[in-house]
C-alpha cells in the first residue's frame, strides 16, 4: 500500500508545470566561467538556453549575459565571442586612476567606449523588446533601495542603459542615469546572486509556486583573512584586501532560497582556482583559467544539471 501510495505521489510531482528561472551571478570578468558552462548545457541539450528556462535574471556580468540570451537570442557560442580581449579592453577604459586608493577621485574607467561597444551590440532595443521574461539588480543611491530593471515593468528603459546600470561597479565606473532619471550602481551591493529574487518575480510573474531555480555563480575566493590583522583596517586596508570581494561572496541569498525551495534550487559554483580575484583582469593567462573553470563545472555537475532540468 505504502509503495503505491510513493509511486501515486512521484507521479504527481512528474506531472507539475514548473517554470524555470535562470539566475546568473556578477563577478567581473568571470562572467566567462558562467559562458563556458552554460555553452557545455546547450551543447547537450540541443537547445539554446533561451528556449530551456522561462524567466531569466542577473546581475552585474550576469545580467549582461542574460540580456544577449534573451533579448538577442544568441546562441552561448556567440555570446562566447563578446568576451574578446578587444571587447573586454573596449569596456574598460580608464578615465583616471592612482595607486593609492585614498587619493582616487573618480572612477577607474568611463562608460563612453563600454556604451559604444553594446551599441553594436543591442542598438536601440528596449529591455520590454524581450519574448520572455527578464530582470536585472541594481541599487537607486538616491532612494537608497534596491531597483530591479525588468521586460514586465519597465516600458521604456533601454538595454544599454540596464546593463551598464546592473554592472556600475563601485570603484570601477560611474553611477549610471537611466532613462526615467533614476541614478543606480551595480546591483552586487543588493545581492550577488540573485537566486532568491528572481525566485520571488517569478512567483508574481506566472502566478504559482511551482518554479525551479537554476543558479550559476562566477567562482569563490580562496583569500583567508586574518581577523585579528582585520580589527586594525581602516578604508585603507580594507579596500586593498578586497572588501568588494567580501561583499560579492554573500551566501544569504543562497541559502535562504535552498531552505525555502530544496530540490527545486540547484547551485553550480565553486572555489576560483588559479584566478585573479579582481574584477577586470582580462590577460590571456586569467581567461585561458577562468574558461577551464566553466569547462570544470559543466565535467563535475552534468548529471545533476541534467536531471534537475529534466533534459
Not at 557560442?77 to 582616487?104: G, H, P, R, V, Y
Not at 544599454?160 to 570603484?171: D, H, K, R, V
Request: net charge negative; glycine share 6%; with cysteine.
Amino acid at each position: 500500500m505504502l509503495d503505491k501510495f510513493l509511486n501515486l505521489f512521484k507521479l504527481i510531482e512528474q506531472k507539475k508545470e514548473y517554470k524555470l528561472v535562470l539566475s546568473l551571478d556578477g563577478g567581473g570578468v568571470r562572467g566567462l566561467a558562467t559562458v563556458m558552462f552554460l555553452k557545455e548545457l546547450e551543447k547537450a541539450s540541443g537547445k539554446k538556453i533561451f528556449d530551456l528556462f522561462d524567466f531569466f535574471i542577473g546581475t552585474s556580468t550576469g545580467g549582461l549575459n542574460a540580456m544577449h540570451l534573451v533579448v538577442n537570442e544568441v546562441e552561448v557560442s556567440e555570446l562566447e565571442s563578446f568576451w574578446s580581449q578587444d571587447n573586454l579592453a573596449m569596456s574598460m577604459q580608464s578615465s583616471f586612476w592612482t595607486k593609492n586608493f585614498i587619493l582616487t577621485t573618480k572612477p577607474k574607467y568611463n562608460n563612453n567606449s563600454k556604451t559604444e561597444l553594446l551599441e553594436k551590440y543591442f542598438g536601440n532595443k528596449l529591455i520590454s523588446d524581450s519574448k520572455k521574461p527578464i530582470a536585472v539588480l541594481a541599487y537607486d543611491v538616491e532612494n537608497r533601495k534596491p531597483r530591479i530593471l525588468s521586460s514586465y515593468t519597465d516600458q521604456d528603459i533601454k538595454v544599454t542603459s540596464a546593463i551598464n546600470a546592473t554592472s556600475a561597479a563601485p570603484l570601477y565606473y560611474p553611477t549610471v542615469q537611466i532613462e526615467d532619471g533614476s541614478w543606480l550602481i551595480d546591483g552586487s551591493v543588493v545581492s550577488n546572486n540573485p537566486c532568491l529574487i528572481g525566485y520571488n518575480e517569478a512567483r508574481k510573474y506566472f502566478k504559482t509556486d511551482n518554479i525551479k531555480v537554476f543558479s550559476v555563480g562566477t567562482g569563490r575566493h580562496l583569500k583567508n583573512l586574518d581577523g585579528e590583522d582585520s580589527s586594525k583596517w581602516g578604508p585603507y586596508g580594507w579596500l586593498t584586501n578586497d572588501i568588494i570581494g567580501i561583499l560579492l561572496d554573500s551566501h544569504a541569498d543562497h541559502e535562504i532560497l535552498d531552505d525555502l525551495i530544496g530540490k527545486d534550487y540547484l547551485r553550480i559554483n565553486s572555489v576560483a582556482e588559479n584566478i585573479n580575484w579582481n574584477l577586470d583582469d582580462y590577460t590571456e593567462d586569467n581567461l585561458r583559467n577562468i574558461r577551464n573553470l566553466g569547462l570544470k563545472w559543466w565535467e563535475l555537475n552534468n548529471n545533476k544539471v541534467t536531471d534537475f532540468l529534466s533534459l
